[in-house]
């Protein structure tokens, strides 16, 4: 049996891999500016969208970084801002027919990865087996931030 880091090391390495495949895939499809850290982004985003200061707090990063992300999204036409309905001195960040293209092609390409990792797994097994085995080892892991590793 593996030492308990080198099984932290073997999960990274595997989402590593799907997020890479990811943006392959995506790059391939019309989305080839697409960063991982984007896709955290268009989560937080949602289909509501939110103010910047608050995408900087859903990504644990700083207001200013999160402005220099929602800029850069909107030089690629992912999102664009517009006036807040509760507060016009605020803009909100929404997605983009662009932004909301990118997100259901990056879904077809993770089922498609995941229906490619599931044939590997043994005979009556499922992906959907394997994570709850792996959440229930940690109490924390329903609540755990997604947040990406920068």
Partial sequence: MAEGWQIAVELLRASRAL?????????HRGHPHLRPAHGYAFQAIGADGLTASELGQALGITKQ???????????LGYVRREPDPADARRKRVVLTAHGVDALARSAEVFDELAARW??????????DDLLAALRAGSADAPRAALRPIW
């Fill in 118 to 127: 599931a044939q590997r797994l043994p005979a009556g097994m499922t992906l």
């Fill in 65 to 75: 970084a999160a402005g220099q992300m929602v800029d850069e999204l909107l030089r």
């Fill in 19 to 27: 997020i890479d495949e990811t943006h392959a895939q995506l790059a």
